[in-house]
């Protein structure tokens, strides 16, 4: 997408928009973190429990703090920062400003830095992180591309991105940071 095109849908989004965009490991359903109503709206589109809590993508951590507990380590902030190999999502110890509908049920937030080209774009323009669940509805198979997404969502979705390439085609790993347990391999 060209910088005109993303200056667009980050303002599209800051105004509520839901789309459905390749991301690092499989397509996604993505919004703004902040607004209730497009959150809710991916939960309704998904016919997923508001309980089970959400990912926050982004392309730096920084974009991220708000949402996190201040008191990390060092260590700890290293370890997010670090590439790895395979997209691996963090459970991290969320601050008391980290919006419930967030986090779902549970004392943590899950993020995820990525280099995918539009998820950099985006969250750079939006100077935040975007919401992050897989394109689908819950407990079915993830679309693949945007075809199927035209298909199955286009009258529930304002965007449908093209013309990138989604990563390893599979769910992130998902780790505690504080723990270091493996919840998802």
């Known amino acids: 997408m060209s910088p005109w095109a993303i200056n667009r849908l980050s303002h599209q989004i800051e105004l509520g928009a839901v789309i459905a ?10 919004c703004h973190p902040l607004l209730k109503v497009s959150v809710d709206r991916i939960l309704q589109i998904k016919q997923r429990s508001a309980s089970k809590g959400l990912i926050l993508l982004s392309s730096e951590l920084e974009f991220c703090l708000p949402y996190i507990s201040s008191d990390l380590s060092k260590n700890e902030v290293t370890r997010l920062k670090k590439t790895t190999t395979q997209p691996t999502t963090w459970l991290i110890p969320a601050s008391h400003n980290c919006p419930s509908w967030l986090r779902g049920g ?11 080209p539009f998820i950099k774009a985006l969250c750079t323009e939006l100077e935040s992180p ?3 669940t897989s394109a689908n509805l819950s407990g079915k198979t993830t679309i693949r591309n945007s075809i199927q997404a035209r298909r199955l969502f286009a009258n529930k979705l304002d965007y449908i991105i093209n013309g990138y390439q989604p990563g390893t085609g599979r769910p992130s790993e998902i780790q505690s940071l504080k723990s270091g347990d493996i919840i998802r391999p």
Not at 22 to 30: L, V
């Open 106 to 116: 549970f004392s943590t937030i899950a993020i995820r830095i990525t280099s995918h």
């Open 130 to 132: 975007i919401v992050s």
């Open 21 to 30: 965009y390749p991301g690092d490991t499989i397509w996604g359903f993505g």
